[in-house]
């Protein structure tokens, strides 16, 4: 039978994501109370300019007043859009206080103080719920900390952010420079006026934060995320992996040491081979590749951003709160009981790609081989090609001209490979390291 009083629920935020939450549970209310067991009702919505016109969102609902709303008391569920840290951090921990389980989709706050946040959910009895703050659309939160419970997650790899994967693409398929391919994006609307965020991997090193923390069990905050980002990936960059069968994508890589005794998050721009199922992700979809012990590997794939594909992860938490304020129950909290500490990247264990302008001349391969070995880093391959011959395998054509020397390490250690390019840098004979990529999902 179901129950006549509506749950209630205050919005903070009406932008892009939070007008579509509102329009879903207007348009989809009479569903949304049969899968609930309860009628779910908008009891208002916290705005910055409230002089705005908002199709379908009653204007009496609109305050400029978050704190009030959150604190009313009759609130049943709080839903979080507004992002950033604060007033986002201090509305939350209100709304916990004042007996409202909370939505949010705010994965910087999260990956910064989710902890925090966790323990003061707990502390009141109430919900905390963020599908939405990894990946849009794609269901991947509640599996990693619902489905795969029972199992062990070694390794998450993903696509995280839509913006770079688009640029990226576009820099594949069509041949286009980084700027090029930016200004295509913002056209689009794929891009920020300011893309900082998604292009120096800000934004997918707050999702890393959290996939982690979920993945192992443990706690991994922004700061333990070791980042770069994609604004120096270039058309040579791409050509360079298409010799070796790869394609070029920002990643995401959370991972559980070998020995099981700590883990590592980073972002960064990776070359990743044709045939694994993360290079065919195109355009601006997300795509998270899981792999554990007992299920193997996993995808999980869609659309990674947008007002609807994100507003769908959100009401599919609201659902899942609401059901659990009419049984009188809580879901799953942090899980954080493992304490693993989170390595560096140097004790990160990968293979570089490395593209070298050198002298043309004889010995300079010898020297640069020189140079890995003392660092114990092992060479797989070497391309060199003369600049000044135009083709070619052999240098030292013309002896004083440059050379193209292109070096694919052996697994080894991020400190090593990076001590190895430094002392390069320093050879008479290297003119200048054009690219570093490292390699990934082999």
């Known amino acids: 039978m179901m129950r006549t009083r509506p749950l209630k629920v205050a919005l903070l935020g009406c932008g892009v994501v939070g007008s579509e939450v509102a329009r879903i549970m207007t348009t989809h209310a009479d569903d949304l109370a049969a899968r609930i067991g309860a009628p779910v009702e908008l009891a208002g919505v916290a705005v910055r300019r409230p002089s705005k016109v908002r199709e379908g969102i009653d204007p009496a609902l609109v305050t400029t007043d978050a704190t009030a709303l959150v604190k009313r008391g009759d609130i049943d569920v709080v839903v979080e859009v507004i992002g950033g840290i604060?007033?986002?951090r201090a509305l939350i921990t209100t709304a916990f206080e004042h007996g409202?389980?909370?939505?949010?989709?705010?994965?910087?706050?999260?990956?910064?103080?989710?902890?925090?946040?966790?323990?003061?959910?707990?502390?009141?009895?109430?919900?905390?719920?963020?599908e939405a703050a990894v990946a849009g659309a794609i269901p991947l939160i509640r599996p990693l900390r619902e489905s795969l419970a029972g199992d062990k997650v070694n390794r998450v790899l993903g696509i995280v952010n839509g913006t770079t994967n688009f640029i990226l693409d576009k820099m594949d398929s069509t041949g286009a420079g980084y700027q090029e391919?930016?200004?295509?994006?913002?056209?689009l609307g794929y891009a920020e006026a300011d893309p900082t965020a998604d292009v120096e991997?800000?934004?997918?090193?707050?999702?890393?934060?959290?996939l982690a923390g979920i993945a192992f069990h443990t706690r991994v905050r922004l700061d333990d995320v070791y980042r770069e980002g994609m604004t120096e990936v270039t058309a040579a960059d791409f050509a360079s992996a298409k010799a070796m069968g790869c394609t070029i994508k920002l990643l995401a890589i959370c991972e559980r040491a070998a020995d099981g005794g700590s883990v590592?998050?980073?972002?960064?721009?990776?070359?990743?081979?044709l045939d694994h199922p993360l290079a065919s992700v195109r355009g601006a979809y997300n795509a998270v590749f899981v792999e554990a012990e007992a299920a193997g590997q996993l995808m999980f794939y869609g659309p990674g951003a947008g007002g609807s594909p994100t507003a769908s992860a959100v009401l599919g938490d609201l659902v899942a709160v609401c059901r659990n304020r009419l049984a009188g129950a809580t879901g799953p909290g942090e899980s954080a009981y493992t304490r693993l500490p989170v390595s560096s990247m140097g004790e990160v264990v990968t293979r570089y790609h490395i593209s070298l302008d050198v002298a043309d001349k004889p010995g300079v391969l010898a020297q640069v081989a020189t140079v890995f070995a003392e660092h114990g880093v092992s060479i797989d391959t070497v391309r060199q090609q003369s600049r000044n011959s135009g083709g070619g395998d052999a240098v030292g054509v013309q002896e004083g001209?440059?050379?193209?020397?292109?070096?694919?390490?052996?697994?080894?250690?991020?400190?090593?490979?990076?001590?190895?390019?430094?002392?390069?840098?320093?050879?008479?004979t290297v003119r200048g390291v054009a690219s570093i990529m490292r390699v990934e999902g082999e």
Do not use: C, W
């Open 181 to 187: 391919a930016l200004d295509e994006a913002t056209a």
């Open 201 to 210: 991997g800000f934004d997918a090193a707050a999702k890393a934060a959290i």
């Open 401 to 428: 001209g440059e050379a193209s020397l292109v070096v694919v390490t052996h697994r080894a250690a991020d400190a090593a490979l990076t001590g190895t390019v430094e002392a390069l840098r320093k050879l008479d």
């Open 100 to 130: 409202a389980s909370v939505v949010s989709a705010n994965k910087a706050l999260l990956a910064q103080d989710g902890a925090a946040l966790h323990a003061a959910a707990v502390e009141h009895g109430r919900d905390l719920y963020y």
């Open 86 to 88: 604060e007033p986002a």
């Open 264 to 273: 590592t998050a980073r972002v960064h721009p990776a070359m990743i081979p």
